[in-house]
């Protein structure tokens, strides 16, 4: 085991997470040098940090820190986001490195796990500012950097303005145009989807857990869906989930939750398109709030998230915002709502009580009466998906259609559901008419997949 990092305890829970799901599995039974794959798996390879310098728009010299924890690359070159918001530190940095680590296993494709960030607030900054401290930002990060070594894409804070701005800056520097970055401009080497990939990859690996659940006999269609946050990914899984016929009944932001009045309705289209407005603009959708159409439709609840605030029956809730959004207490209500289906669009967007909730409310209830509930890794693994389609066009020199990306993503996320099931019901002790866990098989079968990779390396033997 890791020697304890109690400075580090965003890293410490997504370790302990991994670790004891393997614990209660029948895999170090059957493969007991897997104990010694998981200490090495558990230390970043390279971690950089470094300071960036930029000037803001009064002339005043600014100072922020920057890192990239470049986790493991046993399978490809490092791959994840680079977050820019004023609450990173390296333990935040670190528990998504680990975790992208074995999402980005769980796609079938070549890449390792990474990633990156800074405490740059872009909120209330121009677009100047925002250049600045890119260039500044990049001018270091370049020289660690590069298509077959570390490919870093957006995460919160950073959307396709900043790709750019980055972008730019490392072709001067480096004399070379490559697929360095994921989430680029589509004029440009980015992928059709990219955008969408995380909240529609959401939706189809829901989606398979509903028709296993059911035995093909349900779909979306007729559910009622709370989602939490309101950037990208639950923009677009509240999209997708409105196109196969299920209602949406909460959106949220970090200052508070939108939550649909009375147990009739949905968000529509237009309301989720003006959100995404405002969220472009940076602003809270509190400023929806008082708007006639909404108000009148929608109460907002400020500084609260959507679990225990929604009128009526719940039937798939999808956590979007960040992590440890759902609590133990939060999990028990999301129960007696009646939720059935529970996957994470944020990474680690439960903290392990909920998780022990659900998975404890799972095995004591047979397949349709439980709640069944799908990690980070596996249910939101669609955005490095489309990320890592985006890098096999840039090698390529093509561009695929929106149909051919859309249809591979949808392949992706079926695999990603069918072989956390295969793994479960391997190594997990099954109960006769208990779903399997999806968060036990997920953990397994990323971890196994990187451990092999690394034992061929001789990293560990």
Same mark, same amino acid.
């Given at each position: 085991?890791? *020697?304890n990092?109690?400075?580090? /305890?965003?890293?410490?829970? +997504?370790?302990?997470?991994? +670790? ?23 230390? /970043?390879?390279?971690i ?10 009064? $002339? ?14 046993a ?15 390296? %333990? =935040?940095? !670190?528990?998504?490195?680990?975790e992208q680590?074995?999402?980005? +296993? ?11 960030? %800074? ?5 209330? !900054? ?5 250049r600045?401290?890119c260039v %500044? ?18 995460d ?5 303005r @900043? ?12 004399? *070379? ?5 994921? #989430? ?40 009622? &869906? ?16 409105? @196109?196969?016929g ?15 009045? #009375?147990?009739?309705?949905s ?34 609840? /400020? ?8 009128? $009526?029956?719940i039937?798939?809730?999808? /956590? ?9 207490? @939060? ?5 007696a709502?009646?939720c ?14 909920? =998780?022990?909730?659900?998975? +404890? ?20 693994? $669609?955005?490095?998906? &489309? ?22 993503? *949808? ?29 036990? $098989? ?20």
């Amino acid at each position: 085991m890791i *020697q304890n990092l109690p400075f580090e /305890p965003e890293f410490e829970q +997504a370790y302990k997470e991994l +670790a004891s799901t393997l614990e209660n599995s029948t895999l170090f039974e059957k493969k007991p040098e897997y104990r010694k794959a998981l200490q090495v798996v558990s230390v /970043p390879e390279r971690i950089i940090q470094f300071r960036v310098v930029w000037e803001d728009d009064q $002339g005043q010299v600014q100072i922020n820190r920057g890192y990239r924890v470049q986790f493991n690359s046993a399978l490809g070159p490092y791959k994840g986001g680079l977050r820019f918001h004023p609450t990173v530190n390296l %333990s =935040i940095l !670190k528990f998504l490195g680990f975790e992208q680590i074995f999402k980005n +296993a769980l796609t079938g494709l070549n890449m390792g796990g990474g990633k990156g960030g %800074s405490d740059f607030d872009p909120k209330g !900054k121009s677009d100047s500012e925002i250049r600045r401290f890119c260039v %500044s930002f990049m001018t270091e990060l370049c020289k660690h950097i590069g298509a077959d070594t570390d490919v870093p894409a957006g995460d919160i804070g950073v959307t396709g303005r @900043e790709v750019g701005f980055m972008f730019g800056q490392y072709k001067k520097i480096r004399n *070379q145009w490559e697929g360095v970055l994921t #989430g680029k401009g589509g004029s440009w080497g980015g992928s059709l989807i990219r955008p969408e990939a995380t909240g529609y990859g959401l939706v189809y690996y829901v989606d398979h857990m509903i028709k296993y659940a059911s035995g093909g006999k349900e779909s979306f269609a007729g559910k009622r &869906v709370a989602v939490s946050g309101s950037g990208n990914v639950a923009q677009y899984a509240a999209l997708k989930v409105i @196109e196969l016929g299920g209602s949406v009944v909460s959106l949220s932001d970090s200052q508070g939750a939108l939550i649909l009045n #009375g147990e009739e309705g949905s968000f529509t289209v237009e309301e989720i398109n003006a959100i995404a407005a405002i969220k472009v603009e940076r602003k809270q959708i509190s400023e929806l709030a008082t708007v006639a159409t909404f108000s009148s439709k929608f109460k907002y609840i /400020p500084g609260a998230r959507p679990w225990t605030n929604i009128t $009526g029956r719940i039937d798939v809730a999808l /956590p979007s915002a960040t992590q440890n959004e759902v609590s133990g207490d @939060e999990a028990k209500a999301l129960i007696a709502a009646g939720c059935k289906f529970i996957a994470e669009g944020s990474n680690m967007g439960s903290t392990q009580d909920a =998780i022990d909730v659900f998975e +404890a409310h799972r095995t004591a209830n047979p397949g349709a009466a439980a709640i069944w509930y799908a990690p980070g890794k596996a249910a939101n693994a $669609g955005g490095v998906a &489309v990320s890592g389609l985006e890098m096999a066009q840039n090698s390529a020199r093509v561009n695929w259609s929106r149909e051919e990306v859309d249809s591979r993503l *949808q392949k992706i996320m079926e695999d990603c559901f069918n072989n956390g099931l295969a793994t479960a019901k391997e190594y997990v002790t099954p109960t006769e008419g208990v779903l399997p866990s999806l968060v036990a $098989g997920s953990n397994i079968a990323g971890f196994t997949k990187v451990a092999e990779a690394m034992k061929e390396h001789g990293d560990w033997w």
